[in-house]
């Protein structure tokens, strides 16, 4: 297998599809990506560092309190990019949302970035290797997920052994990665687990910032970070 990245992607979804159950009340009129840390959304954070990567096509998928993004957002010309989205009504899992949205991905690799993430990863480093279906970024195990996700070794990951990371959120895809799919709610895992089995799943280890937002405590923990840094 050809170790050589592929062309520099320009495309990207942000996953905003989940309701955020652990963060009531807070999202019972908000949707999680739109709470804001640092003085903005979280997801404006993503769209900018997005813009500064070159990527300029988003795709958006939501589900709870859809059209509230959709009217915070807009096209994404204030942000120079140009935003569409993949309304669910229902959210379909990771996986489901993904594959609902090839549509408006295109026939070339694209990144997915969790919405409800900070983190200041470079997303114009992360590249599909040629052959790959996927490319991981990995993190540290933080407290609340100790046992971690995937092996990552020689920068190939692995279902299974040690040591253990936890995924980011942060990834690059080939449309093929979803060939076998077929419409509804479905997660990634699956599909990563059985690409990693067959040798076609790349990572990387990220060991600057990285916070998965999924409680008020971690939101203002990192909303508290970023005012002070800033």
């Known amino acids: 297998m050809s170790e050589t990245p592929q062309p520099a992607m320009t495309t990207a979804m942000i996953l905003a599809a989940g309701r955020g159950e652990r963060m009531r009340p807070l999202t ?3 949707p999680k990506p739109l709470l804001a840390v640092g003085g903005k959304a979280l997801i404006v954070w993503h769209i900018e560092r997005l813009a500064a990567a070159g990527i300029d ?3 958006i998928n939501h589900a709870h309190l859809g059209q509230v993004i959709e009217k915070a957002l807009g096209d994404g010309s204030e942000w120079g990019v140009h935003i569409r989205y993949s309304a669910e009504g229902k959210a379909l899992e990771t996986g489901g949302g993904i594959f609902r949205a090839l549509p408006l ?9 969790n919405g409800d993430t900070w983190s200041d990863i470079d997303y114009a480093a992360v590249q599909l ?3 790959d279906l996927a490319q991981l970024v990995m993190v540290d195990n933080p407290a ?3 046992d971690g996700d995937f092996c990552l070794v020689d920068g190939r990951l692995h279902a299974d052994g040690e040591p253990r990371l936890t995924f980011s959120g942060v990834g690059a895809y080939a449309p093929s990665l979803f ?11 699956p599909l990563l687990r059985d690409a990693m089995a067959r040798g076609r799943v790349g990572g990387t280890h990220h060991g ?3 916070t998965d937002v999924g409680t008020p405590q971690r939101l203002r923990d990192i909303d508290q970070l970023l005012r002070h840094s800033g």
Not at 105 to 113: C, I, K, Q, R, T
């Open 129 to 131: 290797r040629d052959g």
């Open 57 to 59: 096509d988003i795709v």
């Open 144 to 146: 609340f997920h100790p």
């Open 179 to 189: 060939a076998a799919c077929t419409p509804g709610a479905f997660p990634l895992a």
């Open 208 to 210: 600057g910032l990285w």
């Open 105 to 113: 991905l295109g026939a070339a690799p694209f990144l997915v970035v």
């Open 28 to 30: 019972d009129h908000t």
